[in-house]
């Protein structure tokens, strides 16, 4: 199975930036998800392993940017314009397609903090 490990996550201030980076090796498409206190584990984005195909929730769309570079076994999650409600564990995820449901997700990683706040 494939091992995932994220990395990026912290404190920023709103409207801030941050970018979030999943290691993981295989031809899976990646997905992010994200999960806060009290609160069931959402979809943010995810990237076919080509990069051809991405889907964002509308709570982040505009925001946010998937990408990948498949070299380097890396995908990325480039938070812009960050809110407070985007505090969260983020969390990569590896599966078959690009789904926007966790179900369509083979395996996860550990889990990266964000926090936003002033």
């Known amino acids: 199975q494939v091992q995932l490990v994220e990395s990026g996550g912290g404190l920023v201030q709103p409207g801030g930036s941050l970018r979030l980076s999943c290691a993981a090796s295989g031809r899976y498409a990646m997905g992010w998800f994200r999960q806060a206190p009290g609160k069931e584990r959402e979809f943010v984005a995810t990237?076919?392993?080509?990069?051809?195909?991405?889907y964002y929730a509308d709570s982040v769309k505009g925001r946010f940017t998937i990408s990948r570079d498949n070299a380097k076994n890396t995908v990325y999650l480039q938070m812009n314009s960050v809110k407070p409600e985007d505090t969260a564990v983020y969390y990569c995820?590896?599966?078959?397609?690009?789904?926007?449901?966790?179900?369509?997700?083979?395996?996860w990683g550990q889990g990266t903090q964000v926090t936003v706040s002033s």
């Open positions: 995820a590896a599966g078959p397609t690009a789904s926007t449901y966790s179900v369509g997700y083979t395996n």
């Open positions: 990237l076919s392993w080509s990069g051809g195909t991405a």
